[in-house]
């Protein structure tokens, strides 16, 4: 019996990704081109790289169902998808592809099996690399690098004097809890 299943991963999947695209709608177009240092992503391409990861995982672990990554092209898969990065794209398409993205992927998360998500996958031999990942930790991991990247996009938003909407949620509901104490306090 598990206690996290496919139904709850593609839902946390959905929640991530409304953040993202909270974040993404909250950066004016013009900062799109903004990179924090010239090694850096752009905003646009950072939010494109984001569209691009659960094709990978969809390839991988839906359409070949690979149970090992042993001469598995990655590069060959990867190599558009990272020139796609590179491609002018406006804030009103980053944002339908991160949309259409969410939708897509959430709904095949939905569809796994917890036998499949139990299944064992070989990984490519490498330091600090098990040799084994099943495919639930391989699938949470959509979620946890989508995260890392939000994360970045967040400092970002500093950098361009934008309060992320996270940080501004908090503020509001502590100056409301501040003032029902006060409103209490003053009975």
């Known amino acids: 019996m598990t206690y996290y299943g496919a139904k709850d991963l593609a839902s946390a999947f959905r929640t991530v990704r ?5 974040i993404a709608q909250d950066i004016r177009e013009e900062d799109y081109g ?3 240092t010239p090694e850096n992503r752009s905003v646009a391409e950072t939010l494109i790289h984001i569209t691009n990861i659960p094709k990978i995982a969809h390839e991988t672990q839906v359409v070949r169902k690979l149970t090992s990554f042993e001469g598995f ?3 060959g898969f990867v190599a558009p998808l990272m020139a796609l990065e590179k491609q002018p794209h406006t804030k009103a398409e980053i ?3 991160l949309t259409e993205g969410r939708d897509f992927t959430a709904r095949w998360l ?3 099996s917890d036998a499949t998500l139990a299944e064992h996958v070989r990984q490519v031999p490498a330091p600090n690399n098990p040799p084994f990942k099943t495919r639930f930790e391989m699938l949470l991991g959509l979620k946890e690098h989508e995260m890392h990247h939000r994360a970045q996009l967040m400092v970002v938003e500093r950098m361009l004097g ?3 909407h996270l940080t501004r ?3 509001e509901m502590m100056a409301r809890m501040q003032a ?3 409103q209490a306090g003053n009975r």
Not at 18 to 22: A, L, Q
């Open 73 to 75: 092209d990655f590069m």
């Open 95 to 97: 944002i339908r592809l």
């Open 110 to 112: 939905e569809g796994i």
């Open 18 to 22: 409304d953040n993202t695209i909270e």
């Open 34 to 36: 903004f990179r924090p």
């Open 162 to 164: 934008v309060v992320p």
């Open 169 to 171: 949620r908090r503020q």
């Open 180 to 182: 029902q104490a006060q």
